[in-house]
Structures are given as structure tokens and as C-alpha cells.
């Protein structure tokens, strides 16, 4: 099939954001589409973000009513028009009204309005609604969202799901769709930010291979600063919004940079992560791409060493552990914790090229000479031909070296100072955190793959408690592909960790660049991930200069550059700045709100320092501000 993604900008003018649709669908018709997808807030100019003075978007909610759609109205029927004479499906974002009247004109109720993906078919058929699920910032004041799961929308070319706004920045609505059968996600985007386009997008089309088509805004996201004499009186409603919708407002403003722009970026993804088609900018225009939807899906994920993606899952471990964790998650904050949560503290990656007892000594010899407080190691460190394992024998073996490794590790090991890493204990594989007494804690691998199918389960997420010397910070482990399941990444957010170990061995590029990134920024934890370096073999991206690429008419080449790309681990700590601020407004705003600060692992040698106090804070400050569900 042929896939379109167009952007543009809005203006609080129904009629006039109507002519803009058409346009661009027309436009978009040029190639022959089978699905065009349109931005977020097709019919309105709106957004969630915070301003210092905190104005809304809209003036009350007589306005929000105004912007609003009727389901069988004027706007979405020409829309259907659009599909009918194209001969293909539409997608766009509207805000549309729940009640069939608002018969007052009290400007302090609101309506029932919500903020839904509507999908056309080449019949004109409104063939499918999905009401966007995760409402943020001031989206709450004006809209609401529906409890029920969207359906996935049978077509033949397969099967498409929906994100909207924020929906996309965690994994749980693109997994909802993914285990319905969704082979393509629909994400219709009102963003001033370059998260979703340069790290989420990749992270949900990686975890549930499937396409990701992204229509994001461009221009203003909202209505500049009403003045006071505009806003006084009841009998100046319609003009003040006429002249808001006139778009004088925004004429009359200095002040444009002070407010949040869309950043255009609409893109496919692929399933692998690749880009098949890009508008590297933040101009009006449309780019599409030919993708086949046939080995798309959740259940057609495999691993590399051949692990079915859909049997690694667990739900009823995460299901029940989460029932347990409510409480913990209600009662527990910043100010009823019995300990400190320190400031920093010092982490560092060490990976050795050295094997069995030469590896033990190498890491041995690092400790003697470093201060860290936590020294991260990757998955069975020593040990570099991981199937050895597999061979009874030699896994007799590799537990006895084990045991001699806590030994030898513990000897050398100062106060208030760990070794994570993963061994072989009792027959089972386990991350382990080892100080200067041995053994501190263990974590079984909780999700079954092919590299480790000897090994029995555990059953529970473990949380510890681990003392450093400014205070305690709480962390958990999780080794073997447990990190690269979402819902288990979750769970241990839910406890209200700090820090995050994970002792692995790197099995996709992505696990890396986008994945393990995307847990650290949606959850506001620290990362800490070790792996021995890995080469994959990876397409060359889409020359975003546009030297494989018509942008003029949205066409793509298919010339792509093979190269070879290493990758290892990373350390990734929490952004204060960008979380806790009004981001367009600071001078420093380098157009991310929630992107972790990442150091790769280079070389034997990976240091940092991490903030696990800064974590409360953020999380505290975004429960506050509304900014997650």
C-alpha cells in the first residue's frame, strides 16, 4: 500500500482550517495514496502546553463548544467527500462534540468534547472513531476522553490503529493496538517538541514491529494573548472570538517566539526503525512511502536468536504485581520516604575483552584503581560465546567460575560501593548487585529467550534498597531481553525507582538508540546498561538533505547505503531543565522536553554521574502540572 503523511498549520477558523485540509488532501492525491493521514486538531488551533501567565487555549468553554465538530456536520461530511473522490482512505484529529447541544451560554461548563481520530473510507464511510486516551496539561479543562479501547480497523491492506498527541510517548495505547493486530499506526501529531519524531516514533515501531505513519502541526499552536478589553462582557463573545479567528491577534503579537510551534517532522517509520519517508522541516507539504503490511505485527516479532516477541510476554505478572503496587504508588512520594535520596552519584560501565578469570582479574583491577559507587557490568561479563551455556557441562562450569567471581569481586570492593552484573547461581540466571560482604541482591530473569531457555523464571520484580554514602536510592535489575519488554520497565517505574540496572547483551541496534531512551523519558528514571559491543548491519537513514528524496512532490528513492554499526550500552539521566520549565519560553530550549541526557558506552571505560533526587522531583512536579495520566 501507499501511505501519506501531510502537515500544515491551523487557525481558530473552522471554515477556514476545512479549506486547508482539502488542500493538502488534494495535494497528498497527487501520488495515488491508499491512506493519507492528517495532524492533531485538524478543525482548531489548540494546545496543552503551559504558559507563565497560564491563559488557556480557549477563552472558556463557549469557545471550546464553538471550535468543536458535530459528528454529522459540514466539516467531517466534505472530509468524506475527500475519501469518496480520491478513492482512498483519510484519516484526521478533530474535536468533537459528545452532546447534541449546549443550550446555555454559561462559559464556566463544559461541554462533553472529546479530541478523536476519524477515519474515512474510499466509500466515504466514517468507518472508525478513536478518542485520544492520555489527555494532558490543559486538555483536561476543555476536553475528555473515552475509557473504552479502540477497535483496530480491518482494511485490504491490513490492519491500522491510532495515536493521538501524547498517546504516542508511552508504549501502553501502540501496545493495546499491537495485540489487537495492528500493523500500522495512524499517529496524528500537535507537537512543539522533537520527541516524538526523533525518539518515540522509532521506540513504538520497534517494540511491536509496526509501521508508524506521523502527521505532526506546523505554525502557531494557539491563539496569542487576548487583551482585557476584549475579554470583558458577554455581549463581545462572538466578536472576541471572530476577531481571534481572524488571526489579527496573532499579527498584533511581538511576542510569536514566546509560544509554542509546531515542528512539523512528519514521517514514516518502519517496523525496523527505519525512515522511508521524511519532511526534515517544519514547512507546509506531504511525503508518502510504498510499505507492505504482510510480516508487520506483534506476532510475526522475532527476536535474533529466534525468541517469538508475543511468548516473552508475561501479563499476568504484571497484572498482578501492579494490583499490589497501587498503594506504594498512592502513598509513597518525596515527602513520606524514610530515607534521603542523594544528589548524585557516580556509575560507571566496564567492559572487558578478556574472558573467564582473565575477565574476573581485569574487572578486579578496575575496581582497585575507581571510586564509582556503582561499576555496571554487561550480562555474564566473562564469558563472550553466550551458548556455551546451553552445553550442561560447561554451564557447571560457568557456575562454579560464578562463585569464585563473588569472591574475588567482593574482596576489593570499598564501603557503600557495587558490581552489577548477571551469573549463573543455583542453575538459574540471575543479575546480581555484589559489595564488599558478597552477595547483596539477586533478580532472576523473568522473561523467557531462546539464549537462555535452560534457565527457570522468577516470578517477582524485586525493589532494593541500596545504601550509598550520601543516602539510599532504590533501584532494580533486570537481565537477559527482560529490559526490552515495556510492561516490565513499568512495573518497576511503578515502584518508584531511581535507578534502573540492566546487565545485558545487545541484540538489536534499537535497543539502545531508541528503546531503553524512550523507558528512561517516559518513566523519569536513570538507566544504567551495560552490554559487550555488538555490529549490526544497518540501512543508511533517508538523506534528509533531500538528495534521495523529491520533496517537492513526496517522492522517495529506494537507493539505500548498507553500512556496519556498532553498539554497547549507555548511561541515561534525567533532564531537570526541559521537564520542569516552560521549555519554548528558555533561551537553553534545545527543542526536546523529556529527552534523557545519554553517555554511550566507548571502550573498557564509561563514566557518569546520575541524579536519582531529581527523579522525585520531576515525577512530582509532572503528577502536579497533570502531565501524565
Avoid at 528503546?515 to 540501512?539: D, N
Amino acid at each position: 500500500m501507499r501511505i501519506a503523511v501531510s502537515q500544515f498549520a491551523t487557525v481558530l477558523n473552522v471554515q477556514e482550517n476545512l479549506a486547508s485540509c482539502v488542500r493538502m488532501i488534494n495535494q497528498a492525491a497527487v501520488c495515488e495514496p491508499s491512506l493519507i493521514v492528517l495532524p492533531e486538531f485538524c478543525n482548531t488551533q489548540f494546545s496543552s502546553a503551559q504558559r507563565c501567565n497560564n491563559q488557556p487555549s480557549y477563552v472558556d468553554h463557549n469557545q471550546a463548544w464553538h471550535q468543536a465538530l458535530a459528528i454529522d456536520g459540514d466539516f467531517l461530511q466534505q472530509i468524506a467527500q475527500q475519501a469518496k473522490k480520491h478513492h482512498c482512505y483519510i484519516m484526521l484529529n478533530v474535536t468533537l462534540r459528545q452532546d447534541l447541544t449546549r443550550d446555555h451560554q454559561n462559559p464556566a461548563i463544559r461541554s462533553n468534547i472529546s479530541v478523536t481520530s476519524c477515519i474515512f473510507s474510499p466509500f466515504g464511510e466514517l468507518i472508525q472513531q478513536a478518542d485520544k486516551q492520555a489527555l494532558i496539561g490543559q486538555e483536561n479543562d476543555f476536553f475528555i476522553s473515552t475509557n473504552k479501547v479502540s477497535a483496530v480497523v480491518t482494511s485490504p491492506f491490513g490492519q491500522l490503529g491510532f495515536l493521538t498527541g501524547s498517546d504516542g510517548v508511552t508504549f501502553a495505547v501502540a501496545r493495546a493496538f499491537a495485540l489487537g493486530g495492528a500493523q500500522l499506526l495512524c499517529n496524528s501529531q500537535s507537537s512543539f517538541a522533537l520527541d516524538q519524531s526523533h525518539l518515540h516514533d522509532f521506540a513504538r515501531a520497534g517494540e511491536n514491529n509496526i509501521f508508524v505513519a506521523t502527521a505532526n502541526k506546523i505554525g502557531p499552536l494557539r491563539q496569542q494573548e487576548l487583551s482585557q478589553e476584549r475579554l470583558q462582557g458577554d455581549s463581545q463573545e462572538q466578536q472576541k472570538y471572530a476577531l481571534a479567528e481572524s488571526g489579527d491577534l496573532l499579527k498584533q503579537s511581538s511576542r510569536v517566539e514566546k509560544y509554542p510551534m509546531g515542528v512539523g517532522q512528519s514521517q514514516i517509520v518502519s517496523p525496523n526503525g527505519k525512515v522511508l519517508a521524511k519532511l526534515d522541516h517544519n514547512e507546509e507539504g506531504f511525503v508518502f512511502a510504498d510499505i507492505d503490511l504482510a510480516e508487520a505485527g506483534l506476532s510475526k516479532k522475532l527476536r535474533p536468536d529466534g525468541t517469538k516477541l508475543i511468548k516473552q510476554r508475561r501479563p499476568d505478572l504484571y497484572q498482578e504485581q501492579k494490583l499490589a503496587l497501587q498503594k506504594v504508588i498512592e502513598t509513597e512520594t518525596e515527602k513520606t520516604l524514610n530515607y534521603t535520596v542523594p544528589e548524585t552519584a557516580n556509575v560507571a560501565i566496564f567492559a572487558t575483552y578478556k574472558s573467564n578469570q582473565q575477565a574476573i582479574e581485569d574487572v578486579c583491577h578496575y575496581i582497585e584503581n575507581n571510586l564509582s559507587d556503582i561499576i555496571q557490568l554487561p550480562e555474564l561479563f566473562f564469558i563472550a560465546d553466550k551458548t556455551i551455556t546451553t552445553n550442561t557441562e560447561q554451564l557447571n562450569q560457568v557456575a562454579c567460575l560464578c562463585t569464585m567471581l563473588i569472591k574475588q569481586i567482593s574482596a576489593v570492593l570499598r564501603p557503600f560501593q557495587y558490581v552489577c552484573t548477571s551469573l549463573v547461581i543455583d542453575g538459574t540466571h540471575q543479575a546480581v548487585l555484589i559489595n564488599e560482604q558478597g552477595l547483596f541482591a539477586t533478580q532472576q530473569q523473568l522473561h523467557f529467550c531462546q539464549r537462555y531457555q535452560w534457565t527457570v523464571l522468577g516470578d517477582k520484580l524485586k525493589i532494593i534498597e541500596l545504601p550509598l554514602e550520601q543516602g539510599v536510592i532504590k533501584v532494580a535489575m533486570l537481565t537477559g531481553d527482560d529490559a526490552n519488554i515495556p510492561e516490565m520497565v513499568k512495573l518497576a517505574a511503578l515502584n518508584n525507582i531511581q535507578v534502573l540496572l540492566v546487565p545485558f547483551d545487545i541484540q538489536e541496534a534499537s535497543e539502545v538508540e531508541y528503546s531503553l531512551l524512550s523507558r528512561a523519558a517516559e518513566h523519569k528514571i536513570c538507566i544504567v546498561a551495560a552490554s559487550r559491543e555488538k555490529s549490526f548491519i544497518e540501512a543508511a537513514p533517508v538523506d534528509s538533505s533531500g538528495n534521495n528524496r523529491d520533496t517537492a512532490n513526496g517522492s522517495t528513492s529506494n537507493k539505500r547505503k548498507v553500512k556496519q554499526q556498532k553498539s554497547t550500552g549507555l548511561i541515561a539521566n534525567v533532564s531537570a531543565e526541559s521537564a520542569l520549565l516552560s521549555p519554548w519560553q528558555s533561551d537553553k530550549f534545545n527543542g526536546y522536553i523529556n529527552k534523557p541526557l545519554v553517555k554511550y558506552q566507548h571502550g573498557k571505560i564509561t563514566k557518569a554521574v546520575i541524579h536519582p533526587s531529581l527523579t522525585l522531583k520531576i515525577k512530582t512536579q509532572c503528577s502536579q502540572r497533570n502531565m501524565t495520566k
